[in-house]
């Protein structure tokens, strides 16, 4: 069979509803349609056995012509043994031209499973897909610690691409028509070789970072002297969270939660304020769709001021508390 | 018990010297073992003094890469191989995958765990590892931060990501990836280096891994790079000095 159409990994989260990334590929997908021809965007979705009336028609209006479900009580959670055997099978029966997967974690098992099954080529951790030469798939990725952007093609099918949430925006289109493909695997003739003992879901800080609209964050500049508690104050002040570079990490004052950039998150909040980083190409990665950058740092040849729309040169321990006092007296005005 | 570790030279990321036409000067960037590849070495030896295991690190690189296995070996490990071949070059995460399984079929058939880092700095794909697997048909778990219990079936580990604490058991053999940040690796001793220095190094090439000349290198990869570029998102920095204008760009937002 000639591979045909795009497929879209549906991943489902806990409530069993549509992650918001699939919307994102699916927006992005319509775009690459236009430009080959007579391809079908497809989306599998691999769960429980629920009424997915409303999911399939949801994903219909963000493009989908397709929805293949593959549906099973023992599919209520991401299972390591079956989810990317069933994925992989599914791209087998209706081979696609192209695969796009969230780069969330099971996305990623998932899209290194099936290329492999597939022998054919991935690339992960998109930040942006086009159609290139011959109608290829052109992958855009951040390689080199980010210091270098790399544009890749892949001669085999289906092309296939892991794309990090939050990179493109999700759009919904009117009256389009979707059909449900609902599709049975027999799950008993996969083997079950890896089982879980026992999983604990970790209280995890619901004011996550890629929905804030203020972040405040801190580099290895902020990581001495306890920068980082200063660093909080003014997060507090402005209800912002609090995020970091990969050294805050590496030194224990975030958690991998709260670190930004191209092995982190990618954020986009209305305004990103870096302290005491330098900007590291991978860090800029995560921070390039903010809306306004801040920065301060006290080299004022710093690289992350090339990229930021407002620089303040200076020492943190200086700037930040005289900035949390002018914020104070602003809002004392405004209550006046 | 028989554990090979996969290790990757890497250039310094951190340390990046470009030439004038903004391309990575590979000869004066240097190369240094990958950093999470130091931890799951360092993971291995941990279970070589409870399990009185054998560790193998493997390389796939040109010769020069012999040097990570130096580290390997002075670190503690009892042996090392090089995958090395003209032909390898150029390989991409399928590639690679291939020629990393080919070493356990053909030259250490005998091994009950694999151990990778989580990813690597310079691609940061996080593929490679889970590809092997795929390949060798051995299930697989990634985010490892600490094992458990081994025993000639099973083995048991701790799985970390940001979302959950999973505890796996897996049929043996199997391949985990393990997190960064979580085993510190130790420093090698005297003893190490003078072991790591007399080492005879075994190189395996293409033919030695039973691999044919389409199935590796730029041949047997079919992801290519149509183009490469500085990475550069510049925008046009505003430098001020009043803190109180600052304040209120802030909160006018």
Redesign the interface.
Known sequence: MEPNGILIYGELNEEQEIKTVVYELLTKARELKEKIWNQAIRVCIIGPRINYEEIINKLGSYGADDVIIVSDNRLKEYN?NYHPEIFTQIAQKFPPRMILIGAT?QG??I???T???L???????CTDLDI??NNLL?STR???????????????FPQMATIQENIFKAHSIENHSVNAIYNWIDIDKIDK??????????I?NKHDIQNSK?LVSGGAGACQNNGFALIYQLAQK?KAQVCGSREA??KGFI???QQVG??GKIVSP??Y?AIGISG???H??GI?NS?????VNKD?NAPI?????????GDLFE?LP??IR??D??EEENDQ | MNIVVFIKQVPDTNDVKWTPNNNIDRTKTDSIINPVDKEALEAALRLKETYNANITAITMGPSKAVEVLQEAIAMGCDNAALLCDSKFAGSDTLATSKVLAASIKEKFPDTDLIITGQSAIDGETAQTGLAVAVRLNIPFVAHVNEVIEINTNKIIVNAETETYKTVYELNMPALICINNYVFKPRLPRIDGYMKAQKYNYPAYNLYELNLGECETGIKGSPTYVSKVYRTDEKRECKFIEDLNKLARIIKEN
Do not use: M, W
């Open positions: 390591h974690l990623k098992e899209a290194s499973y290329a492999v099954k022998e054919t080529g991935l690339t992960a951790d290139g030469e052109l951040p390689t080199f610690g980010g210091q270098l952007t790399a544009d890749i093609l892949c001669s085999t070789r890896i089982n879980i003992i026992k999983s604990i879901k970790k995890i203020i402005l990490r590496e958690t991998k939660a191209q092995t209305d305004i304020i590291a190409n991978q800029l990665t390039k809306g306004k950058i801040i920065a004022k001021f090339n990229y930021s729309d407002i620089g303040i040169v700037i005289e900035l002018s914020l007296n602003i």
